[in-house]
């Protein structure tokens, strides 16, 4: 039974791998990850504030201690919240590439194309196998066209693409008018792999306090849907390699991405779940199902279920739109 993919270049023995999470922190779970059969492992964010901060005093080009700019960043962590500090965030990738022998994926996460991602020359130079990108941002400016959102994440791709050797995955919003040309500028752009799809935290408000209320839930397999539409309609379409995170809770949503087309599997919730051995049942999982289906390779999977045979694409997910709303039966 051959389950072994190709992401970012690399030939891995199967799809699931170890998202950014709080499992990527400390050495000994990234060592269990792997013997747990883990493919590869995503590290952490850095994020573009905590590097602006410790080069330059600033957050998005203001300084906290001027009482100008105190209440608008008062909401942002102080530096020694974060689990590890851009020097500390190097080192750290040093010690894991020498602790593991699967690829670690070093991760930024910013807004802007600016001085800050010349800290991925430093991930890169650390002993990082790639670098995932993690493009997250709510635009609330409302004379900001979508156009110029786009313009910047793709000027940001192109400028890591010119500085690094190492592949470059971006981690994407499905929050744009037209995805798919977004993901066909970022194919273009150079990006090596695209991950879909950054989960975007919504705060609650809390009615005692009269304020917003952030907190984390992990995902469900309800989220899976979106991703394995946009993998669907993406596979066979653009050269960069397909990653799903977000909504993969068990071993048939692992299946159901690689029928959509995805090359990776990043698992986060799960993992937080149940533990690094899932990985385990995920794989037997596939494995099960492969042998139950008489497909001996995991190339065989791969975009069964995807838009890439349909003459009509556009016409398909109408149709299927329509068949839904019809499909209620009280």
Known sequence: MNTTTSYL???????????????????????????????????????????????SGHIRHRDPLDREFAAALADFPAAADYPLGPQEYAAYVSQAKAAVKIPVIGSLNGTSAESWLTF???????????????????????????????????????????TLKIPVAVKLSPFFSAFGNVAHQMDLAGADGLVMFNRFYQPDIDIKTLRASPQVELSTSAELLLRLRWLAILHGRVRPSLAVTGGVATPSDGIKAVLAGAHAVQMVSALLRHGPAYVSAMRLGLEHWMEWNKMTSLDDVRGRVSLKQTKDPAAFERANYIRALQSWNH
Not at 13 to 36: M, Q, V
Not at 126 to 154: K, R, S, W
Request: hydrophobic share 45%; charged share 20%; with cysteine.
């Open 9 to 55: 270049g690399f030939r891995l023995s199967h799809p699931f791998i170890a998202g950014a999470s709080p499992l990527g922190c400390h050495l000994d779970s990234i060592k269990r990850l792997e013997d747990t059969g883990c493919a590869a492992v995503v590290l952490p964010s850095l994020f573009e504030e905590q590097i602006t901060l410790a080069a």
């Open 120 to 162: 991925s020359r430093i991930i890169e130079q650390a002993g990082a196998d790639a670098l995932e990108l993690n493009l997250y941002e709510i635009v609330t400016d409302l004379t900001m066209p979508g156009m110029a959102v786009e313009h910047q994440i793709i000027d940001i791709v192109k400028e890591l693409k010119r």
